[in-house]
C-alpha cells in the first residue's frame, strides 16, 4: 500500500472514505470518526490518531479489503484542503 491511499480512514457503516490532509482538523475529523463508528464518547481521552491507525486506516485493513475499498465506488469520498492563497 502506498502514501497516501494507507492513511485514508474507512467508515463503512456509514459509507465513506475520509482523506486525510495534515493541518486541516484531522484530529477532529478522526475523533467524529471514531464516535459515528463506536458511539458518542468514545473518543474521549484516546489519542484519535493512534486508535484509527490501529482500526480505520485503510493499512488495518486485509488486502482484499484494501482492493475492494478503492476500486468500487460505493463509497463517498471527501478531504478538506487548505486555502494554498492564505
Given at each position: 500500500?502506498?502514501?497516501?491511499?494507507?492513511?485514508?480512514?474507512?467508515?463503512?457503516?456509514r459509507?465513506?472514505?475520509?482523506?486525510?490532509?495534515?493541518?486541516?482538523?484531522?484530529?477532529?475529523?478522526?475523533?467524529?470518526?471514531?464516535?459515528?463508528?463506536?458511539?458518542?464518547?468514545?473518543?474521549?481521552?484516546?489519542?484519535?490518531?493512534?486508535?484509527?491507525?490501529?482500526?480505520?486506516?485503510l493499512?488495518?485493513?486485509?488486502?482484499?479489503?484494501?482492493?475492494?475499498?478503492?476500486?468500487?465506488?460505493?463509497?463517498?469520498?471527501?478531504?478538506?484542503?487548505?486555502?494554498?492563497?492564505?
Amino acid at each position: 500500500m502506498r502514501w497516501p491511499e494507507k492513511h485514508f480512514v474507512i467508515c463503512e457503516q456509514r459509507g465513506f472514505l475520509y482523506i486525510p490532509i495534515e493541518k486541516v482538523a484531522c484530529s477532529a475529523l478522526k475523533s467524529w470518526v471514531i464516535e459515528l463508528a463506536e458511539g458518542k464518547g468514545a473518543a474521549h481521552s484516546i489519542d484519535p490518531n493512534a486508535h484509527i491507525r490501529a482500526r480505520y486506516e485503510l493499512q488495518a485493513q486485509p488486502a482484499e479489503v484494501q482492493r475492494r475499498w478503492l476500486r468500487e465506488g460505493k463509497l463517498f469520498r471527501f478531504a478538506f484542503v487548505r486555502n494554498p492563497w492564505d
